[in-house]
C-alpha cells in the first residue's frame, strides 16, 4: 500500500498515555493508549470493498496482496504508524459506566486521500487497557454483520462509518452467545472499519467525570478545527456552534433510521459519533412487523429504553449528557437548553414531512397529521413488513378503490387472516382517506411511484438474511456475503435477479438465534 498518505492528527496533537503497558487500568490525563494489534495465527480475506480502498487510497491490486492481509489483520503494523486505543467514558443504558475505551478496537493510522481525512480501525484485534474483563477479540457472526450493515446503510444513504475489509483470524475465541452459561468456541474475525473519526460523545463525558478541564478544552477544540472549520467566532460561541452542528447531524441521522425502520439496539452515549454517523453495529435490527415498541438487543428486553419508537429521545437524552460534559466551558445552560428544546421541536418537523414523502406526499393538508397516526395505528392492529408495505404502496394509483389498493400492499401482511373486523375497517378507513388526498396532488402516479421508491428502499439487511450468510461462511461458503454485498448497494432498484430477498422473515427465523433478537455477545 505504498500509496497511503499517513497524517496522523490525532496522537500527534492530543494527550496520550505515559504507560505503555498493555494491562488494563484506569487512564487519566489522556485521550488514547498505543497498543499493537494481537497477531493473528492464520489470517484469511475473506471480502474487501473495493470502494472503500480506493476512497482511502488503496488500489484493488493491492487488496490481494499479502501485505493487505497482514496490516487489516493486524499481523503487520504500517510503516510510521502506532496504532491506538482511544480512551472514553459513557452512559450505557441510562447509567453512567465510567471509563470505558476501545476495548476491542485499534485505530491503525489516519489516511489523507483527495482533500479527505480517514481513521482505519480495526474491530477485533485484541487487547487493550480498556478490555476490562475482556479479550478485546471480535467472532464471525458478529463481524460479517457489522461488515455487511455500515456498507447497507451507505447505500441506502445513511451517514454511517464503512466497510474497507472482513478476515478471519485463524483462531477460536470462546463466547457465550446467549449469557445462559453456555460458551462455546466461534471463529476468530477481524473488520477494517472507516470513518472520519471514531470520537464519541463518552469522549468529552470522560474529560468532565475527571475535571480534566484543560484537556477538553484542547479537545473541543481539535474537533472544530479538524472537522468542523465552518466554525469561527469567540471561543464560547464556537463550543455552541460545535454542540449545535452535533445536535443537528445526530437528527438527521435519526430521521434516516426512522425513515427505514433501523433500529440500532444499543444507543449508549459512548456509541453516539460527534460526525452524526452511525457507528458500533452490535444487536441492530430492521423492523419486520412496523412495532414501535421493538428492539434486537436482548440485554434491552426488558426495559426496551432503546425501542425503535424511542430513537428520538434517545438521541435527545445522550445530547444531553453531551451537553453537561461541555457545560464547563460554556458556563450557561439556557444556549444548551434552547439547542435540546429545538432538537425535538426540528425533528417532529421533519419526521412528518419525511413520513409524508413515504406516502408520495408532497404538498401539505389539514388531514396529514390525521392520515399518519391513522397508518401508524393500521400498521401496529396487523402484523405489517414495513419494508414490504410502503414498497408495495408506490403501486397505489389515484384511480384505485379501496379493494384495488389492499390488495396492492396484501402481500406485506403476515397473517393475512388477521385482516378482518375492527382491523379491516381501519384499513378500509385509512385507504380511503389516503386515496382521496393522493388526488389533491399535482404528480402523476408515475412520477410519484419513481419518488417514492427512491426513498423507500425494496431491499434492507434483514436479519435472517445475515443468519444464512453466517452460518454459510461458518462453513468456509462465503458467496452469500458477497451476494448481499451486491445486493445492498443498490437497496432502490427492483434487481430482478435477487428478488427473492423481497420477502417476509420466514416462519423458520422468528425465534431463531440470530434472526429475531441478539444479544451484545460479539
Known sequence: MKNLKINNRFTAELPADTNEV????????????????????NPQLIHASEEVAELVGITSDEIQSESFLNVFSGKEILPETRPYAMCYAGHQFGNWAGQLGDGRAI???????????????????????YSRTADGLAVLRSSVREYLCAEAMYYLGIPTTRSLSLMLSGNEVLRDILYNGNPAY????????????????????????????????QFIEYNIKHYFPEIKGEPKEQYLQFFKTVADKTREMILHWQRVGFVHGVMNTDNMSVHGITIDYGPYGWLENYDPNWTPNTTDSQYRRYRFGNQPQIA????????????PLINDTKPLEDILESF???????????FLSKLGLFTSSETDDELIANLETALQLSETDMTIFFRNLSTVQKSDSV?????????????????????????NNWFTLYIQRLNTEKLSDKE?????????????????????????ADQGDYSLINELYLLLQKPYNEQPEYEKWFA????????????????CSS
Open 22 to 41: 498493555n494491562e488494563v487500568r484506569q487512564v487519566s490525563n489522556a485521550l488514547f493508549s498505543y497498543v499493537n494489534p494481537t497477531k493473528p495465527s
Open 107 to 129: 485505530n491503525l493510522a489516519e489516511v489523507e486521500n483527495d482533500n479527505q481525512f480517514f481513521t482505519l480501525q480495526l474491530k477485533g484485534a485484541g487487547k487493550t487497557p
Open 186 to 217: 466461534e471463529k476468530g474475525a477481524i473488520v477494517c472499519r472507516v470513518a472520519p473519526s471514531f470520537i464519541r460523545f463518552g469522549s468529552f463525558e470522560m474529560l468532565t467525570a475527571r475535571n480534566e478541564l484543560k484537556n477538553l478544552k
Open 316 to 327: 435527545q437524552w445522550n445530547l444531553y449528557q453531551l451537553a453537561n460534559a461541555i457545560y
Open 344 to 354: 425535538i421541536i426540528d425533528f417532529n418537523s421533519d419526521y412528518k414531512l419525511m
Open 403 to 427: 379493494e384495488k389498493a389492499m390488495e396492492k400492499i396484501q402481500y406485506s401482511f403476515y397473517i393475512p387472516e388477521q385482516i378482518s373486523g375492527g382491523i379491516l375497517d381501519s384499513w
Open 448 to 472: 410519484r411511484l419513481e419518488k417514492m421508491n427512491a426513498i423507500n428502499p425494496k431491499y434492507v439487511l434483514r436479519n435472517y438474511m445475515s443468519q444464512l450468510a453466517i452460518d454459510a
Open 504 to 519: 417476509k422473515r420466514p416462519d423458520w427465523a422468528r425465534s431463531k438465534v440470530g434472526c429475531s433478537m441478539l444479544s
